[in-house]
């Protein structure tokens, strides 16, 4: 992605080009949902295809590439899981030290074990991510350590080129994009984005951001901070997001809106875009879908629009989520005749 993008990101000559080959996601095309959802057409952004499985690659390796640019020697990050199995991956590919702070008992068990096998120093503490994020500022800011949560300005910058790549495929912007709203990073970098592609002239119309809230995690919708976020969707239990005023100016500059969906809806979306399409997207990308329901049956998205769902983790990660969801595998005999009579071929 530094090779790729090299004059549209804060990179000096001194920056390191490294990568784990992040970015250059499919954009997938969802026939049977968009028919179903009475759309023009519905494209799947997987961001769960990058290397670690999810979009926080793509802002982790230009905050990487400054840290070691500036000589730091150890990455710090709070995390509902996805930034720590991120800040691991990099950290160990390019000799530094990763510490990451995680709620206890609150982050999937992909996750988790992505940092540990990546040889990152996992702390675990009783209390929730807003508070594991307090703890990292703290410590970053009375130590020589690069803090490489959202709050670090590459984060965002890096992150912004998935906009870039949605142009690209579609040679437009689409007319709404949906995405997830945890610590409000990737809204704010998303319409970074798309802004900066209207200032190079490739894009005339911008799309309508559709942001979602789990409905137990949702400060922006309700307009002041959740104490004690509770979904399903454990990347957006965030009761207290960094980048609140980032997300608010992108929802009101594109006139789009921050919805919320209930953890049933949640889970009900993430069966939805894996029986349909055959995409497993984790809770909290699912949601994305689960607000463009609710805002095609509101008619806040007309028939016939255009649509990017952004699906910003692998659904491999947090397998806990789904399971009990799911019908367990049938029993039967190694006997090829038992097994058709079964199935009724
Ligand atoms: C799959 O890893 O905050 O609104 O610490 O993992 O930019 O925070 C993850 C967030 C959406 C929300 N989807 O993005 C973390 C973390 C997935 C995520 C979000 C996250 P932001």
């Known amino acids: 992605m530094l090779l790729r993008y090299p004059d ?7 920056t390191p080009r490294i990568t784990l080959g992040e970015g250059g996601t499919p954009l997938i095309e969802a026939p049977s949902l968009a028919a179903e959802l009475g759309l023009g057409r519905l494209l799947l952004k997987f961001e769960g295809l990058n290397p670690t499985g999810s979009f926080k690659d793509r802002g982790m390796v230009v905050a990487v590439a400054r840290a070691i640019e500036a000589d ?7 995390s509902t899981g996805n930034t720590s199995a991120s800040a691991a991956a990099y950290a160990a590919r390019f000799g530094l030290r990763a510490v990451v702070v995680v709620p206890a008992g609150m982050i999937a068990s992909g996750k988790l074990l992505q940092a540990q096998v990546c040889g990152a120093t996992v702390l675990a503490i ?3 991510f807003d508070r594991a994020l307090q703890v990292v500022r703290e410590l970053a800011a ?5 803090l490489v949560n959202s709050l670090n300005p590459y984060r965002i910058e890096g992150q912004k ?10 040679g437009a912007a689409p007319d709404v994009l949906s995405l997830p709203v945890g610590n409000a990073g990737n809204i704010t970098a998303y319409w970074r984005g798309f802004r900066e592609e209207q200032a190079r002239g490739r894009v005339s119309a911008l799309p309508r951001l559709l942001g979602v809230q789990a409905q137990g995690a949702a400060p922006i919708v309700r307009g002041r901070p959740v104490a004690r976020p509770r979904t399903v969707a454990s990347a957006i239990r965030i009761g207290n997001p960094a980048s609140w005023e980032g997300a608010t100016l992108a929802r009101d500059e594109s006139r789009g809106t921050i919805v919320a969906a209930t953890d049933e809806e ?21 949601a ?10 509101s008619g806040w998205i007309a028939p016939g629009e255009r649509v990017v769902l952004v699906l910003t983790g692998h659904g491999l990660k947090d397998p806990d989520a789904v399971r009990d969801e ?3 595998p049938i029993p039967v005999d190694d006997d090829p005749a038992g097994i058709a009579r079964l199935l009724e071929l």
């Open 8 to 14: 549209r990101l804060p990179l000096t000559p001194r």
């Open 72 to 78: 730091s020697q150890v990455l710090v990050c709070a």
């Open 126 to 128: 009783r209390g929730n």
């Open 142 to 146: 009375r130590h020589s350590v690069a």
């Open 161 to 170: 080129t998935a906009a870039f790549e949605i142009v690209e495929a579609l």
């Open 266 to 286: 949640i889970l009900a979306a993430q069966r939805r875009l894996a029986s349909r399409e055959g995409v497993f997207a984790e809770p909290a990308s699912a």
């Open 288 to 297: 994305a879908l689960a607000g463009v329901d609710r805002a095609v049956r």
């Open 326 to 328: 799911l019908p367990p």
